[in-house]
């Protein structure tokens, strides 16, 4: 049974730096792309950053230059390291793993999800 367990959410100030972990279990990590999403009140859930199964990478244009994905097959863990926040990027983060080892955004394409940790920016 698949499994995402993420950490690491908060209350952080503007420009501060939070990392998010994602431990999965329940599959082999390795074959596949994984995302972080995140979904504010009142918005969509949106595409925050994907690696692929071969570590190539998408972020959203308004994180570019500031979050970095990455993951450590050996651990099972995918990780969001998030510099330079800013208030608008509050809102609750989730992990979700991808059918695909391709790098995909593709919201249908990813099947399964933790439960979300939440990420607060404000002063």
């Known amino acids: 049974q698949v499994q995402l367990v993420e950490s690491g959410g908060g209350l952080v100030q503007p420009e501060g730096s939070l990392t998010l972990s994602c431990a999965a279990s329940?599959?082999?990590?390795?074959?596949?792309?994984m995302g972080w999403f995140r979904q504010a009140p009142g918005k969509d859930r949106e595409a925050v950053s994907i690696?692929?199964?071969?570590?190539?990478?998408y972020y959203e244009d308004s994180v570019k230059g500031r979050f970095t994905i990455s993951r450590d097959n050996a651990k099972n863990t995918l990780y969001l390291q998030m510099n330079g926040l800013k208030p608008q990027d509050t809102a609750v983060y989730y992990c979700?793993?991808?059918?695909?080892?391709?790098?995909?955004?593709?919201?249908?394409?990813?099947?399964?999800w933790g439960q979300g940790t939440r990420v607060t920016v404000s002063s």
């Open positions: 979700a793993a991808s059918i695909r080892g391709i790098l995909t955004t593709r919201l249908d394409d990813f099947r399964s």
């Open positions: 329940g599959f082999t990590f390795s074959t596949f792309a």
């Open positions: 690696i692929s199964s071969a570590g190539y990478t």
